[in-house]
DNA sequence: ACTTTTTTGTACCATTTCGCATTAAATTCC
DNA sequence: GGAATTTAATGCGAAATGGTACAAAAAAGT
């Protein structure tokens, strides 16, 4: 696809945001909530198990819409992925760069972690990079590629956070902080995973106190 | 099924493990092996992405025999998943009954993982409970219960070790058994999912021996 | 008003999927 | 050897699936 003639030349002023005058029939849906829905069935229901019928009647388009508008099956699933990733990371980054004590810091990335996991309808959504993108990691590359993506992401925000709170004294001279990283990071997938199997928020909150209390050595 | 006269009331025998003169034509499969083959795509692949004609195809066994031996899709797949279970139990229990230093039974038990994580010919399998099952657990309560089962196993497991090793000094009196069981279980969730992202074997054995440096204290 | 452009909606196609009905084969019991 | 029994093998069928062709609809440009 070869886009020329896309930025009108002569626009000085700044794209408009809305309104673009598009050509054609306007669209019934808007791509940003649609992809929201197909992102929650997705997660839920993982790549083989969402149907595109499903996807048409949560999105509320039907499916040749649904192919112009994000591509086949999988390129649908990819985007959903990313959606994904770029909303958590959303939701966490401000945190990880916030300057608190380690322990607070922990506790409200952990907070906003299991937010995410226990949400949903239709019974808690875990992660997905845990639960469904992982399992798509082995035979599809660019997947792979997006999985290790996630998963160093976290390890570095964490890694950050240990290195910082060392160089300040939160934490004993023997403290390593890339292993630390690795288990809070850790405690990120097992509450991804218990709570997708219904361990109650109560339980789960119990299991991060737990390790943050190792992790930072106890309050 | 009400079973009645399937043990011969004459037979004063130990019931033969073999050849027990069944009566029809003899079965062209054995279904220990075959339930193997399934338990393999169904790791790799998952539940929805598993066909019956790829169970088929890599039992030898065709459609009709696989439904007689095991029931329907969903039959198949629990039964799997048991199958998985007793056999990665059988490969740990004697590590964890073993009565070695809280360190070495650690490796051991970390070194079984990988082991089964990164074994099959087609990329590593994983662990079924993480990839595969604790997607289910969601909309199924039968899987649902044995996920559950399954993480409350390992736990229990890891916190007998850290209880054992606390008594016998091995663990500073502030040390907490089963936050720290929670911390080693969570280390085999997430070798688990780095394993199926492709993470070679070396970065996954540093990441343990972090870890058991956090759990046990430095060396 | 007419053309152009973009999207919608219906319908369709080829393939796959799960499950089962039916027939053929292989073995034991009488 | 024949009846009974258990399994294998073939194949059917209804439903679902991913993807697309095609015409109608709704907007802007001329």
Redesign the pocket.
Known sequence: MVQKSKKPPSAAKIEAPVAP?????????EPDVALGKALDLFRRDGFAA????DLSAATG?????L???FG???ELYIKSYQRYRSEARAAMVDIFRADAPLRERLERIYRIALDIYLSGESGPRGCFTVMTAASEAVSDPDIRTMVLEGLTELDKAFGICFRHAKERGELPDGADPASLAHLASATIHTIAIRARARVPRRELEAIVKGAIDVMCGPK
Do not use: E
């Open positions: 005058k598009r050509r054609g029939r306007p669209r019934a849906y969402t149907s595109l019928d388009m039907n499916r040749p819409s192919y112009g508008a086949d099956k999988r």
